[in-house]
């Protein structure tokens, strides 16, 4: 269940394309360490104590506009009232400008949605370094070529893959993640690929449930909620419905009262990203839309 670019870029693709741009970006990039708040939960209070999680959205939402004037959409979802964004490309922006543009917005980076060939060998470094200036903690993979998941051996040995990049970048403060679409619950032996995965990875490793694609693709996101306690470091809030596809945020299937009550009792959760992908609205009036009805449920 992978998402189509309005475009008709999938997101593959699109991530392909962005990681060339964070190539070129890298070149001159801030080498200071501290541009990233390590060991400071977004979603925190001072004390530790679980405060309101704040709300990032995903740009892939607005990819199309992002496009053509990420400037422009930076300012527009700051006004709407997001905190941050995650980006999934970078439109062919170096860290640095990225960063002044986030600043210059009031705006933080809660995630990048990267590639898995980005924290392999040689790029690693690169990658860390890129995220360091942009602020970001949360490197997320949203998919995995085919030969990392056709078969359980394949998800064990992606899940060995993850626990040992969770190692490498832990010194930084920053934490790796997979995200979700359809095809972790599709089962491999009679056993769901996601739980072959999470079940075999440390706790570091993000377990971002993209809610929507999990309950269009088959699983029970309140239930492998509960079942790893503490792993939701980030979540996508995507809505999904049987009898309307294009449904905003909060007006769709998935119970959010449960949701929300499991993630700020025991998800560990840091954002709420909003993504969303169809087309009630043009795309930047469609997420003020979600952010509004999320602020109507107290968010």
Partial sequence: ???????????????????????????????????????????R?????????????????????????????????????YE????????????????????????????THIGIETLLGDELPKTI????TIGNRFLIVPGLPHER???RQ???????????????????GMRVGYHNHGIEFQKIDGEDPWDVFFTNTRSGVVMQVDLGNALGGGGDPIAIMKRY?????????????????????????????????LLESQGGTEWYIVEYDSDAYPPLESVKRCLENLRKMGK
């Fill in 154 to 172: 394949a998800w064990l040995d992606t899940a060995k893959l993850f626990n040992e990049l969770s190692e490498k970048v832990k010194p930084e």
């Fill in 84 to 111: 941050a964004v995650e980006f999934a490309g970078y439109y062919g922006r170096g860290a640095k400008e990225l960063r002044a543009l986030l600043d210059a917005n009031g705006l933080k980076c809660c995630g």
């Fill in 229 to 261: 306690p503490g792993r939701a470091g980030t979540i996508h809030v995507k809505e999904f419905s049987k009898t309307k596809p294009s449904a905003l945020l909060c007006e769709g299937d998935i119970d959010w009262k449960e949701v929300f009550g």
């Fill in 129 to 132: 370094e890129f995220n360091r």
């Fill in 45 to 81: 209070s001072a004390k530790g104590k679980p405060s309101r999680i704040p709300i990032g959205l995903q740009l892939y939402s607005v990819r199309g506009e992002c496009e053509k004037d990420l400037p422009g959409v930076l300012a527009a979802v700051s006004k709407m009232g």
């Fill in 1 to 43: 269940m992978v998402s189509k670019h309005r475009s008709g870029l999938s997101r593959r693709e699109f991530l392909r394309i962005g990681a060339a741009g964070a190539a070129l970006g890298l070149v001159g990039c801030s080498s200071q360490k501290d541009t990233v708040p390590a060991g400071k939960d977004a979603g």
């Fill in 149 to 151: 998941t056709a078969s």
